[in-house]
């Protein structure tokens, strides 16, 4: 798989998503997550889709009356530039993780510092990375074959989530590192 490109929208697209809608998160809001967790779709006609999110579980029932939430649909009407956001600067590097397959995503998850983020004058450590079949957000009503969130975290606890589209093409030299180290082992990411 290979990302769709450096074209100023899906930069555009992978910043807002990141950053607009996920900024403001907490730390604490990962206590609610779980590693195996199946009891949820992103397909838009399953009885475990978007629209039943919120009577699947008591503790969901924020997703059938929040307005914004996940999975978010990029519409180009509804999206406005901001110059404030600034120029996202980055800086990454090898460091051990651990590979999951957590049942709704794939997930790496870093044991030491691999870099950061620097968005808005903040710092962001990276902490994980996770990747979700098919996309969670869509682009104009489109999903695509795969979504990469590289989850963030400053000092402060805020998160920042960088997110990226991919579709179907090539094969991506990482993914295919990755992919053939198996589940639930250590290894260095380069």
């Given amino acids: 798989m290979v990302g769709l490109g450096s074209t100023s929208v899906h930069r555009f697209t992978a910043c807002l998503i990141g950053f607009s809608l996920l900024m403001a998160i907490n730390s604490e809001n990962r206590d609610g997550e779980v590693d195996n967790e199946y009891e949820f779709s992103y397909l838009k006609n399953s009885s475990k889709g978007p629209k039943h999110w919120g009577s699947l579980k008591e503790e969901w029932k924020l997703c059938s009356i929040g307005k914004f939430q996940s999975p978010i649909n990029i519409i180009e009407g509804r999206v406005s530039v901001s110059s404030q956001i600034g120029k996202l600067g980055r800086n990454y590097r090898p460091a051990l993780a651990v590979l999951r397959n957590r049942g709704h995503d794939i997930m790496v998850e870093w044991n030491r ?78």
């Fill in 113 to 190: 510092y691999a870099g950061s983020a620097y968005l808005t004058g903040n710092k962001y450590d990276l902490v994980q990375c996770h990747w979700h079949t098919p996309s969670e957000h869509t682009l104009g009503g489109r999903r695509y074959n795969m979504e990469l969130h590289m989850v963030h975290r400053s000092s402060q606890g805020q998160i920042a989530v960088i997110a990226i589209l991919f579709h179907l093409g090539r094969s991506d030299p990482f993914l295919d590192k990755v992919s053939s180290k198996g589940y639930n082992h250590h290894f260095a990411i380069m």
